[in-house]
């Protein structure tokens, strides 16, 4: 399932299990009180990284982001006003961010035509058997689909993870991108037909008529040295057992959306967390308290 972030501010299941109200538990954060904010954390954290993971393609990258969006939550919760949940404020945090660090960056951008011969020139391979075949394939997979995320501009990646990948009411994912209700329609339609075009008469998970199919591409990857046995970092990367997984059976995936929005609920690495609560529980914790910086 995916992560929905307008769950109301009535609630949010803290680190603790218990039901705590998000307006009473950020409160006391703001108040000093660091358990309470370790407890915001708690609640932001898997969604915000899984959303780093999307627009960022590798988790190397996404825990980096993800730590500094964590730092911009924290030093600015209190500008969260209440009319939409922790989660979704949030995201929209996380998505200026995430636009100002691709713009910050030299990386290039993939496209769709570049993909497209990559895979295309696969599509004559046999199928591989060796060790582990399955699970090369699946990372395979995985990382084909971060990378078609990849091809859309940075605008339309947004709008398209929040809108099919996340599900969010266009509404919602409107004010997380911080554009109208028209204007997230049209990148989303955008996005959408991009993917669906670029995916048409390929992608052999989608429809097994495809020229390209993931077990046909394990053997070129790892010629390539783009595909590692000892390290699957999707793959093999530790899920959140608290939120719901995606559907993983290929068999049931039959179109784009759900192909796409097949990965598992990623749990954030400790790395992305260890840093923050090292420093909340340090004495330089004051310095992030928004109330002490007015």
């Known amino acids: 399932m995916a992560d929905r972030g307008q769950q109301g501010v009535d609630g949010e299941r803290g680190v603790d299990g218990e039901r705590v109200d998000e307006r009473i538990l950020v409160d006391r954060a703001l108040a000093g009180d660091r358990a309470a904010l370790e407890s915001v954390v ?34 600015g919760l209190a500008s969260w006003d209440g009319r939409s949940a922790l989660t979704t404020w949030s995201y929209r945090v996380a998505v200026n961010h995430l636009l100002n660090r691709r713009r910050r960056t030299d990386r290039a951008e993939l496209s769709f035509d570049a993909l497209g011969d990559e895979l295309d020139r696969s599509a004559a391979e046999e199928a591989y058997t060796g060790v582990d075949a399955e699970l090369l394939a699946e990372e395979v ?48 339609q955008r996005a959408r037909e991009a993917v669906r075009a670029f995916t048409a008469g390929r992608c052999g998970v989608i429809d097994r008529r495809g020229s390209c199919r993931c077990e046909r591409r394990v053997t070129r990857a790892l010629s390539a040295g783009r595909l590692q046995p000892e390290r699957l970092p999707l793959a093999r990367h530790p899920v959140d057992p608290a939120v719901e997984a995606a559907a993983r059976d290929l068999a049931e995936l039959g179109s784009v959306g759900a192909l796409m929005r097949s990965h598992p609920a990623y749990a954030a690495p400790r790395a992305v967390t260890a840093a923050i609560t090292d420093l909340l529980r340090s004495d330089r914790y004051a310095f992030l308290r928004p109330a002490d910086t007015e």
């Open 42 to 75: 708690g609640i932001v954290r898997g969604p915000v990284y899984r959303l780093a993971l999307r627009m960022e393609w590798r988790p190397p990258d996404a825990e980096d982001a993800g730590q500094e969006i964590l730092i911009r939550i924290i030093t």
């Open 141 to 188: 997979r995985l990382s084909c689909t971060q990378a078609v995320l990849q091809c859309l501009g940075p605008d339309e990646r947004v709008a398209y993870v929040l809108g099919d990948i996340m599900r969010l009411p266009n509404r919602e994912a409107a004010w997380i991108a911080g554009i109208g209700d028209a204007a997230f329609r049209k990148r989303l």
